[in-house]
């Protein structure tokens, strides 16, 4: 049974900062690509950032310079670092990952940019 959890979310001023961490079982997950997406109300689910098995990531573009991704395998981990938080970026975050046997979800975690 694939599941994967998120934590980390919450309430933070503009400017502000949060890590949010997405630990992942049930898959090797060294052999997965891994996501995070977000949904703001009213809105369609966005790619933020992914990276692949190798390493490699892109973002989109309202997030380049203020998110990174990045994974520990050893922990099959995935987190995303957002600093300079802006009221846009409020949204629920999922985290996924893609691979041979399919494409997995977390449940989502809140974060609410305000002041």
Known sequence: QVQ????GGGLVQPG?????????SGIIF???ATGWYRQAPGKQRELVARMSPGGSTNYADSV?????IS?????TTVYL?????????TAVY???VVGL???YWGQGIQVTVSS
């Open 4 to 7: 994967l959890v998120e934590s």
């Open 16 to 24: 502000g900062s949060l890590r949010l961490s997405c630990e992942a």
């Open 30 to 32: 060294s052999l997965y």
């Open 64 to 68: 380049k310079g203020r998110f990174t």
């Open 71 to 75: 994974r520990d395998n050893a922990k």
């Open 81 to 89: 670092q957002m600093n300079s938080l802006k009221p846009e970026d």
């Open 94 to 96: 999922y985290c996924n």
């Open 101 to 103: 046997r399919g494409t």
